[in-house]
């Protein structure tokens, strides 16, 4: 039985179209500070919700083709070991990363925060469109 991978498809997609705006230098110029953090908060706002949804893709990939239990109650770094060790994903470390930058935003807002959080979603955005195409490949 294969993934319905809608939501990820559109949520990779939503993400990378929020960031191509956020980089596009013309256009964040000709906008007033406030409606340039608007950008980067909807940056980090989509960052957030396409990370828990890969995770939790991660999880039922490797539920539903490797073992129903093999992923359950598993810490956030064994869940990306074992999706590495299926191909999944390439990194732990750059997995584990955007994990701590998907913490820090629910647990303080502030400036240097948040470009820390859009530094990493500008990365974030590459892998997960890797572990999206990871996914359709092997999604049978």
């Not at 939790?56 to 999706?83: D, Q, T, Y």
């Not at 974030?124 to 469109?129: I, P, T």
């Amino acid at each position: 039985m294969p993934l319905e991978l809608d939501s990820l498809q559109r949520a990779v997609a939503a993400l990378k179209q929020v960031l191509a705006k956020s980089e596009d230098t013309q256009f964040m110029n000709s906008l007033d500070e406030v409606a340039r953090n608007a950008i980067k908060s909807g940056v980090i706002q989509h960052f957030e919700f396409t990370y828990e949804l890969c995770w939790k893709f991660m999880k039922r990939w490797i539920e539903m083709n490797v073992s129903p239990s093999l992923a359950e109650g598993v810490s956030r770094r064994e869940l990306f070991r074992l999706a590495a060790e299926h191909r999944l994903i390439a990194d732990v470390d750059k997995w584990m990363h955007y994990h701590f930058a998907r913490n820090e935003t629910s647990h303080t807002y502030d400036p240097a925060t948040a470009e820390r959080v859009y530094s990493a979603a500008l990365d974030f955005a590459h892998d997960a469109e890797h572990l999206l195409k990871a996914l359709e490949a092997r999604n049978d």
